[in-house]
């Protein structure tokens, strides 16, 4: 499964568990209901998008390394 993928599949699965969690903790003291999707959204968001960089590792695609220069190169090279 690609990363972007799961990222996604658990921002799902956190939305709708905090959505829950949101919903019963607005039952129980007696607030708004949109108490569970706002709850959610933003718990989905801190998943998904992982400003810190803890969940999800990052990955440099397409990133190119440079080879030092042979020291061979360096002896052919003509001094002044």
Request: no cysteine.
């Amino acid at each position: 499964m690609p990363p972007m993928s799961k990222r996604i599949a658990a921002a799902v699965l956190w939305f709708f568990a905090l959505w829950y969690l949101g919903a019963f903790i607005a039952f129980v003291l007696g607030v708004p209901d949109l108490l569970g999707p706002v709850l959610g959204l933003a718990g989905a968001a801190l998943i998904a998008g992982d400003p810190l960089g803890v969940i999800w590792t990052r990955t440099t695609s397409g990133s190119v390394t440079a080879e030092p220069p042979s020291p061979a190169l360096g002896e052919s090279l003509p001094t002044a």
